[in-house]
């Protein structure tokens, strides 16, 4: 069952901008990642944000986390033409069958 | 550079065929998974395993079968293609259910 929801499912901004996604999941989870999946090609881990954390950086992303509101933000920010690509939240609750994705954001950065 | 392949990487093939998709990890992961996803579309997971001889249907119903004989092997097959298996296979493996997964570049399979 799906579990992660991304929002907006599509953005497009300037190079250079801050580029902001969410994620809103419905059950109780012990961690949630982002993924960015290139154009045809496998997904890559990002950043993982466990349930007793806030904030999280990683050079360019910044990722919270609210467990109250069952929701998670990406930002990105100075934003590069190679950020072109889907963004995917996946929650892990510990339970057997892995991570749950959502739809996705697909961010396009035009130069 | 993630040490997990899936081999094809793409594969046009006809109704009816038995097809394998090849995926093979180097990290002693137990945890393995395969992921069926449609163009600009969601992930779905079809199938996972826990370990050597040990494998489970995922969320999305699948026609496809797999095995894990080896730790670091996890081929899933298709005994008879129909068109509408055309979609891109992902698999992914993880020392943990719940820790970062690593995927494969994916197999985009076309059945015509």
């Known amino acids: 069952s799906q579990q992660g929801e991304e929002d907006p499912q599509a953005l497009s901004i300037q190079e250079g901008e801050n580029a902001t996604m969410n994620c809103s999941y419905k059950?109780?989870?012990?961690?949630l990642q982002w993924y960015r999946q290139n154009s045809g090609r496998g997904l890559v881990h990002l950043i993982l944000?466990?349930?007793?954390?806030r904030e999280k950086h990683s050079g360019r992303l910044r990722v919270t986390l609210d467990t109250s509101k069952k929701s998670s933000s990406l930002l990105i920010t100075a934003s590069r033409a190679a950020d072109t690509a889907s963004y995917f939240c996946?929650?892990?609750?510990?339970?057997?069958?892995?991570?749950?994705f959502g739809k996705g954001t697909h961010l396009i950065i035009q130069p | 550079e993630a040490d997990i392949y899936q081999t094809p990487r793409y594969l046009v093939i006809g109704t009816g065929k038995k097809i394998t998709l090849e995926c093979s990890q180097t990290?002693?992961?137990?945890?393995m998974y395969w992921y069926q996803q449609d163009p600009g579309m969601e992930l779905h997971l079809i199938h996972y395993?826990?370990?050597?001889?040990?494998?489970e249907k995922g969320d999305l119903s699948s026609e496809s079968t797999v095995s894990r004989i080896r730790t670091e092997h996890f081929p899933l097959t298709l005994e008879s293609a129909r068109p509408s298996h055309t979609s891109q296979y992902l698999c992914?493996?993880?020392?943990?259910?719940?820790?970062?997964?690593?995927f494969g570049q994916g197999t985009r399979l076309t059945v015509v």
């Open positions: 992914a493996s993880s020392g943990d259910s719940w820790s970062e997964a690593f």
């Open positions: 059950t109780s989870i012990n961690n």
């Open positions: 944000i466990r349930s007793n954390e």
């Open positions: 996946a929650t892990g609750s510990g339970g057997a069958d892995g991570l749950t």
């Open positions: 990290m002693g992961h137990d945890k």
């Open positions: 395993s826990y370990g050597v001889n040990s494998t």
